[in-house]
T-cell receptor, first 111, second 116 residues
Framework: GQNIDQPTEMTATEGAIVQINCTYQTSGFNGLFWYQQHAGEAPTFLSYNVLDGLEEKGRFSSFLSRSKGYSYLLLKELQMKDSASYLCAVLSSGSARQLTFGSGTQLTVLP | ETGVTQTPRHLVMGMTNKKSLKCEQHLGHNAMYWYKQSAKKPLELMFVYNFKEQTENNSVPSRFSPECPNSSHLFLHLHTLQPEDSALYLC???????????????FGPGTRLLVL
């Protein structure tokens, strides 16, 4: 089975750095996605990691450790518009590739 | 029109009604997905279509009936729903679900459904 854990809520200040953690236990692994979802809107793709290490993309970076079943999303120079839910999702391996999502972390950026 | 669109954006229905949700993707993808998103719960995969063929049905009750007439359109037909079916229903698409490079899924804005 699949089990994905991430904090329910986080709060940070504009201009700061925040790290959102995700741990997973899955029967197969073919990569990990991070999505951003603003209230009432579609989840939008942020990052994909399949190998260990850090992937940097502008203000956002994502890290993966497959041996630890652990990932984090790092957001730098926080802006008010970064207030959203951040979804961690693991892609299963095999022919039936499916995304299993965590419950999401609601990030609130304060002025 | 770009991306993945869904209609209606909001729907209120009684338990005896029949309604349909529509999804259309303009990305040239071959795989389409239905997800259910309930408050404080993870997105739950409901159905997967790859090249118009249903490849996954994650134990979804028969009161939800998907239809995929072509690779660009996906429907979810609803009948005799229950109040606990109230949720945000999201459609997504990707290149395809076959082996090879991993395909990123792109989501529509969802239909917020309320069953009374």
């Amino acid at each position: 089975g699949q089990n994905i854990d991430q904090p329910t809520e986080m709060t940070a200040t504009e201009g700061a750095i925040v790290q959102i953690n995700c741990t997973y236990q899955t029967s197969g692994f073919n990569g990990l996605f991070w999505y951003q979802q603003h209230a009432g809107e579609a989840p939008t793709f942020l990052s994909y990691n399949v190998l260990d290490g850090l992937e940097e993309k502008g203000r956002f970076s994502s890290f993966l450790s497959r041996s630890k079943g652990y990932s984090y999303l790092l957001l730098k120079e926080l802006q008010m518009k970064d207030s959203a839910s951040y979804l961690c999702a693991v892609l299963s391996s095999g022919s039936a590739r499916q995304l299993t999502f965590g419950s999401g972390t609601q990030l609130t950026v304060l002025p | 029109e770009t991306g993945v669109t869904q209609t209606p954006r909001h729907l209120v229905m009684g338990m005896t009604n029949k309604k349909s949700l529509k999804c259309e993707q303009h990305l040239g993808h071959n795989a389409m997905y239905w997800y259910k998103q309930s408050a404080k719960k993870p997105l739950e995969l409901m159905f997967v279509y790859n090249f118009k063929e249903q490849t996954e049905n994650n134990s979804v009750p028969s009161r939800f009936s998907p239809e995929c007439p072509n690779s660009s359109h996906l429907f979810l037909h609803l009948h005799t729903l229950q109040p606990e079916d109230s949720a945000l229903y999201l459609c997504a698409s990707s290149q395809d679900t076959s082996g090879g490079p991993v395909r990123t899924q792109y989501f529509g804005p969802g239909t917020r459904l309320l069953v009374l």
